[in-house]
């Protein structure tokens, strides 16, 4: 009975304290940054930083990028071997096109052994069919950009890539004017 009395009580203070508090909250809320009227509240920041996903949340929600990535990775290894330079051009697609993280590399790798070891490269370039033009193109650069990383296309990354590219149906007219909008010289 004492121990009910003592918990009801630091309840009650807690309570207390935080009729105290809310007020206080409620000012934060519309505190705006170094006394300017900034777009964001302290809690608006505070909150876009809790709510943004990490890359394998990203994954579980986003098929098209688990393919896109199956696909780039089978790529990397498509001549039996691991190649750094492959490797190198892997990960920079990773990090500036999709925003994975370096840290976040090993997560990635474990969900899609864990979740697409079945996916052939047929069924993962299957989503891309109905995608508009420029997202099959981009999947078409990104296994070019990887292929030729090492300055050496061999002949199981030639035959990933035209089976992608007939089944994505892009045409070698299309990924030229992709390059030339983009700015990139064609090599």
């Known amino acids: 009975m004492l121990d009910a009395c003592l918990i009801s009580k630091e309840l009650q203070g807690r309570a207390c ?8 909250l409620h000012f934060l809320k519309d505190l705006r940054f170094s006394g300017t009227m900034m777009s964001e509240t302290i809690f608006e920041r505070i909150s876009a930083y809790l709510s943004k996903k990490t890359a394998v949340q990203r994954l579980s929600e986003d098929p098209a990028l ?13 001549d039996g071997q691991k190649n750094q330079a492959e ?6 697609i990773m990090q500036h096109d999709f925003d994975i ?13 864990t979740f697409s070891y079945e996916t052939t490269s047929t069924q993962a370039a299957a989503l891309f069919s109905e995608m508009v033009p420029e997202r099959r193109q981009s999947l078409v650069g990104h296994l ?6 090492d300055n050496e296309i061999h002949p199981a990354e030639s035959a990933l890539i035209a089976r992608v590219v007939e089944q994505l149906n892009v045409t070698p007219e299309e990924l030229f004017e992709r390059r030339q909008n983009s700015g990139q010289v064609e090599d």
Not at 101 to 113: G, I, N, S, T
Not at 144 to 149: E, G
Request: zero cysteines; aromatic letters at 4%.
């Open 87 to 92: 490797m190198n051009a892997l990960l920079r």
């Open 66 to 78: 688990v393919s896109e990535l199956l696909l780039l990775v089978r790529l990397v290894f498509a």
């Open 17 to 24: 304290h935080l009729a105290a508090v809310l007020p206080t």
């Open 144 to 149: 070019l950009t990887i292929a030729k990383a």
């Open 101 to 113: 993280k370096p840290e976040e590399l090993p997560e990635v790798a474990d969900y899609l052994k």
